[in-house]
């Protein structure tokens, strides 16, 4: 696999749980749950079923999409200009 393969999931998934954090319907506290539930729904889709191994990789795209939405989250907050 090359790294643009590797890279796509955690960054759609992050792309995602930026939107539903966004649209304010769904309260912050569910964001983890639905991201981990996306993120085994997903691994097991590309691993072409529900095995142990699909659970972990869906885990490790939920940690680092929730990761990287509140990483964007965070440098937007604190880098807005004054005003």
């Known amino acids: 696999m090359d ?3 590797e890279f796509l999931p955690y960054l759609a998934l992050a792309v995602i749980l ?3 954090r966004e649209t304010n319907k769904v309260d912050n506290k569910w964001i983890p749950i ?5 993120g085994i ?3 097991s889709w590309e691993v072409g079923g529900f ?3 699909s659970m972990i990789n869906g885990c490790q795209y939920a940690l680092l999409g ?3 939405v509140a990483a964007v989250k965070y ?3 604190t880098h807005r200009p004054y005003k």
């Open 18 to 20: 930026w939107a539903i």
């Open 34 to 38: 639905i991201a981990v539930a996306l």
């Open 3 to 5: 790294f643009t393969s």
């Open 75 to 77: 440098f937007l907050e």
């Open 51 to 53: 095995t142990p191994k």
């Open 66 to 68: 929730v990761g990287s």
């Open 41 to 43: 729904l997903y691994a």
